[in-house]
């Protein structure tokens, strides 16, 4: 990479979220925060105004991943946001496809499909 992009990680679980940081840190990019829940996760992608996020779909609380896309997308129209889920189930799909991801990665994620979907999001 030329540049050092930067990404805001919005995970519910400690341990994944502390294993896509060190992994982002790895392959160079600067993470510019961490959320578990919706309204943190609003608040720090509007803050921090990343080039992309990764977007766990199932969150703390009663918004998911999708409801946070939505909530910034106006401020933040060109904001490339990869989701990272867990779930390969139909509905849970549906529901991220609602959101037109830029991509979709299912757990576990390892630093191939990190670097293919930075690749995708900054050309």
């Known amino acids: 990479m030329d540049r050092r992009f930067s990404v805001v990680i919005v995970e519910d679980d400690f341990l994944i979220m502390e294993y896509l940081r060190e992994l982002s840190e790895e392959i160079g990019l600067n993470v510019l925060g961490t959320a578990d829940v919706a309204d943190q996760a609003v608040t720090t992608i509007l803050q921090n105004r990343p080039d992309f996020v990764f ?11 999708v409801d946070v896309a939505q909530a910034i997308q106006p401020e933040l129209p060109d904001l490339k946001v990869i989701y990272i889920t867990g779930s390969n189930e139909p509905n849970s799909l549906a529901r991220i496809s609602l959101d037109h991801p830029y991509e979709v990665l299912i757990k ?6 990190l670097r293919r979907a930075i690749g995708l999001s900054v050309n």
């Open 108 to 113: 576990p994620v390892v630093e191939r499909d």
């Open 55 to 65: 977007m766990d779909l199932r969150l703390a609380g009663d918004r998911d991943g």
